[in-house]
T-cell receptor, first 114, second 116 residues
Framework: SQQGEEDPQALSIQEGENATMNCSYKTSINNLQWYRQNSGRGLVHLILIRSNEREKHSGRLRVTLDTSKKSSSLLITASRAADTASYFCATVPEVYNQGGKLIFGQGTELSVKP | ETGVTQTPRHLVMGMTNKKSLKCEQHLGHNAMYWYKQSAKKPLELMFVYNFKEQTENNSVPSRFSPECPNSSHLFLHLHTLQPEDSALYLC???????????????FGPGTRLTVL
């Protein structure tokens, strides 16, 4: 079964508002990553948070991680139309075999209206 | 640009055709990956290569055949595909070698494959 599940599946906001996306996962992780994908393009890494970290910032992005609840949130502040994209969380399991894996959720489609 | 290129960007093929997808990374990474992204589904990891050695085959049908001649290049050879194989195929690379990616992956733009 998939590791990460994002919530909501779709989010529509006005420019300038904040956008919050949530991710839940099932097994213990080494780290959790957030990626962005513009329509039909490759994924772009946004931020990585390790299992011993609780919060991380990068520009207008703020990520939190609650390992007791097995959940993470991505907050985009002061959103812009250019933030319109799909956002995915991906986890690296704590225990892994040679080769490694990023396990992706289904993503949240964010639409920021000007 | 992420430093990972993929060609072609779009490919239409019949079920009896043979084609290949190419991925090249200019980042000096040691691990490379193929993913499949279908509509309304999470990204599916297909193959992982570390130092040119395949370390993961995620139960991928044999009509998909990967090849990694060196750490910078990765191919996906396609043969007798089915219409349900139509998807966006993404290549990625990461610095981490055999023990798995604890850091980020860098993705190419993908190849949009349509099987008729």
């Amino acid at each position: 079964s998939q590791q990460g599940e994002e919530d909501p599946q779709a989010l529509s906001i006005q420019e300038g508002e904040n956008a919050t996306m949530n991710c839940s996962y099932k097994t213990s992780i080494n780290n959790l990553q957030w990626y962005r994908q513009n329509s039909g393009r490759g994924l772009v890494h946004l931020i990585l948070i390790r299992s011993n970290e609780r919060e991380k910032h990068s520009g207008r992005l703020r990520v939190t991680l609650d390992t007791s609840k097995k959940s993470s949130s991505l907050l985009i502040t002061a959103s812009r139309a250019a933030d319109t994209a799909s956002y995915f969380c991906a986890t690296v399991p704590e225990v892994y075999n040679q080769g490694g894996k990023l396990i992706f959720g289904q993503g949240t489609e964010l639409s920021v209206k000007p | 640009e992420t430093g990972v290129t993929q060609t072609p960007r779009h490919l239409v093929m019949g079920m009896t055709n043979k084609k290949s997808l190419k991925c090249e990374q200019h980042l000096g990474h040691n691990a490379m990956y193929w993913y499949k992204q279908s509509a309304k589904k999470p990204l599916e990891l297909m193959f992982v290569y570390n130092f040119k050695e395949q370390t993961e085959n995620n139960s991928v049908p044999s009509r998909f055949s990967p090849e990694c001649p060196n750490s910078s290049h990765l191919f996906l050879h396609l043969h007798t595909l089915q219409p349900e194989d139509s998807a966006l195929y993404l290549c990625a690379s990461s610095q981490e070698p055999a023990r798995g990616p604890r850091d980020t992956q860098y993705f190419g733009p993908g190849t949009r494959l349509t099987v008729l």
